[in-house]
């Protein structure tokens, strides 16, 4: 009776429990380690929303009795750092005139770079990719002094402009492997089509290869923005105190040693600073986390 | 001595002169020569890394070549750019572009040559009537299914009326069933519009069914150059041999003991029927190769007959292939699906010589 035999027994879906050993360990450990996470942030938030003498009380983890908006003001507008006393507002906007400019140099050079690379093989290409890519394994401090030398030769030494060079030539050779990996893995046989079809090397990267790299291009723009955004050295190095950018005044403002040690405002300005790579993070969700992982290779 | 080419009735469609290519050290392609008449159907065969995509390709002009000169239409365009050689490819993977429209595909190459609009929308028209995508002129690639998009990148080398067609394997992606129909598809097409058409292959059914002329191919040079008929009756070597016809040929080894007799398993056959293509030394080494049709089991009219046992049968549905045992050596034979035989049964088997090759054993040349 194979009937009865097949009605018997399990079948469908094996069930699964709710809660098993199993999942406690799993949720216990994501919850534990979160927690382990947020809690700074949860101090920071907590702390910039209290006036001063709540915080000399000295209950860091207490929520705030009375909550002001009055260090979010300072850090932004009024915060001195040496000689200028408008806040943060200066380094931001500092960072944006640096980052805008610096993102879409260094992609635009090292997309057509990377799609040189992969589809056009010229003479001494393999050379030209292997002096670039050990580019990427040199130690940034190392460079720091000859390239101040030649900032200055050339009169950029202080400028936005210098740093802006300096920001898409460091970029270049992660994002160059970047692309040139992804046009490697889209198919030969689309490029002979298209040289077929006539159309030259800007004509197959502007209507054939552009459209087809979104994704990349995007992972190309977070990773420069999250890293150009929250560079310090360089901007501390190549530039002069009114063209500082965020990261530096930031430190300026936190480090400062006269008067009274303001957390309330320091929490405040740090977590400005920080606020525009936590919202591209946000918004770009699983592009981020691939971004971090092309990134891996930077170390 | 001049390589412009003589008169236009004589002159090959697309000619290849002495072409060598080397990726460094490794010769892909040995000083090949080939000459593809106007509107002939071509087909190059080989097993993967022969050297067939990359001759096309070279032809096509997507490669360099180390070496020698390719003509088309007695230009030589050995180095021009692929747009300026008038042709057309269709590939394996299709290639079209995913982020334009089935109309889009098809003008791309045509507003690349800066064509009027009417005339652009001439051609497209008529492409898209020849092969039946009218309702897909708006659709994305994306939205096609495989069969509709080798259609559509046909169409694109269609629109281009090019003087020579390059397929790279075109239907190595589809089902069987699709291969089929598409198959019968390009062979109308060629009908229809007269082009020169080379396509590369390693499907042999695909070739021997479209062909004018099969051009064997073998670790960069060209084995045999015929027409499918030739190729498959009167194979010149034995790799060519081995190559084509599904199930493949028998090979038995032998010798060769008069002109007219070959001694085999200690048994002689008589050669009588068999064309040599010159005169032949006796006691001679030779692998004769017969193809499953060509064994007959159990033929009462046949005078010369050889004892075998049945090893095994396939049935295929329209017939079955039989494996016997004879001496030593194995060999299979065709038969009708109707006669049934079964493996230990004893039977007699024969060949049909005349249809049959002898191969020198040392070289593996044709006698």
């Known amino acids: ?299 | 001595m001049n390589t412009e080419l003589k008169t236009p009735d004589s002159m090959p469609s697309v000619a290849v002169r002495n072409v060598s290519l080397n990726f460094g050290s490794v010769e892909v392609l040995k000083s090949l020569n080939l000459d593809i008449a106007k509107g002939e159907f071509l087909v190059l065969l080989g097993p993967s890394g022969c050297g067939k995509s990359t001759l096309l390709n070279c032809i096509a002009g997507l490669l360099d070549v180390s070496a020698g000169q390719i003509f088309i239409n007695g230009k030589n365009v050995t180095w021009e750019e692929p747009k300026d050689r008038g042709i057309g490819m269709v590939f394996q993977s299709y290639a079209l572009y995913p982020q334009m429209t089935v109309e889009g595909n098809l003008t791309f190459g045509l507003k690349n040559a800066r064509l009027p609009r009417e005339e652009i929308s001439k051609r497209v028209a008529r492409a898209a009537e020849i092969l039946q995508i009218e309702p897909l002129l708006k659709r994305k690639p994306a939205q096609l299914s495989g069969g509709q998009r080798q259609r559509v990148a046909i169409g694109r080398a269609l629109v281009r009326e090019a003087e020579v067609f390059l397929f790279d394997e075109p239907l190595s992606n589809l089902d069987a069933r699709l291969r089929a129909e598409l198959r019968v598809e390009i062979k109308r097409l060629h009908a229809r519009l007269d082009n020169t058409m080379i396509y590369v292959t390693h499907d042999q059914i695909e070739a021997l069914t479209l062909a004018d002329r099969i051009a064997v191919m073998k670790s960069g040079t060209i084995q045999q150059l015929d027409d499918p008929i030739t190729i498959y009756n009167k194979p010149r070597n034995l790799y060519v041999a081995s190559f084509i016809g599904s199930p493949s040929m028998n090979f038995l080894k032998a010798e060769l003991s008069s002109a007219a007799i070959l001694r085999f398993e200690g048994q002689n056959v008589g050669l009588r029927g068999y064309d040599f293509a010159a005169p032949q030394s006796v006691n001679l080494p030779i692998v004769f190769g017969v193809r499953p049709e060509h064994v007959r089991i159990n033929a009462a009219n046949d005078a010369e007959s050889y004892e075998a046992m049945v090893e095994l049968v396939e049935p295929m549905g329209s017939d079955s292939l039989v494996w016997l045992k004879l001496g030593g050596q194995t060999l299979s034979a065709r038969v009708e699906s109707s006669e049934r035989h079964h493996p230990g049964e004893r039977v007699r088997v024969s060949f049909r010589v005349g249809l049959s090759s002898i191969f020198d054993a040392a070289s593996g040349e044709r006698l």
């Open chain 1, 1 to 299: 009776m194979a009937e009865t035999i097949a009605l018997d027994g399990p079948s469908g879906p094996k069930p699964r429990r709710a809660i098993s050993g199993r999942n406690i360990m799993i949720y216990g450990t994501l919850i534990l380690v979160s927690c382990y996470y947020l809690l700074p942030l949860y101090v920071m938030i907590v702390t910039s929303l209290k006036g001063m003498p709540e915080i000399r009380l000295g209950n860091v983890f207490a929520p705030p009795v009375e909550i002001t908006f009055e260090p979010w003001v300072k850090a932004w507008s009024t915060a001195c750092t040496g000689l200028n006393c408008d806040g943060l507002s200066r380094g931001f906007w500092n960072s944006v005139r640096i980052t805008v400019p610096s993102v879409i140099l260094s992609i635009a050079i090292a997309s057509v770079n990377g799609y040189a690379l992969a589809n056009w093989r010229f003479k001494g290409a393999d050379t030209f990719f292997t002096i670039l890519i050990v580019g990427a394994f040199i130690p940034y401090q190392v460079m720091i002094y000859p390239i101040v030398i030649v900032l200055r030769e050339i009169g950029l030494y202080g400028t936005l402009k210098g740093l802006v060079i300096v920001h898409s030539i460091f970029g270049m050779p992660i994002l160059t492997l970047l692309f040139r990996n992804y046009f490697t893995s889209m198919p030969e046989e689309l490029f002979k089509a298209a040289r077929v079809d006539g159309a030259g090397f800007w004509g197959i990267y502007f209507r054939i290869m552009l459209p087809m790299s979104l994704p990349i291009f995007v992972v190309a723009i977070i990773l420069q923005v999250t890293g150009i955004w929250n560079d310090f050295l360089f901007g501390v190095v190549y530039t002069k105190p009114d063209v500082y950018p965020m990261t530096v005044q930031l430190n300026n403002i936190v480090n400062s040693v006269q008067g009274v040690k303001e957390y309330n405002v320091n929490m405040a300005a740090t977590i400005i600073t920080g606020l525009v790579p936590l919202i591209i993070y946000f918004v770009s969700g699983k592009l981020f986390v691939r971004g971090i992982a092309a990134g891996a290779v930077k170390g």
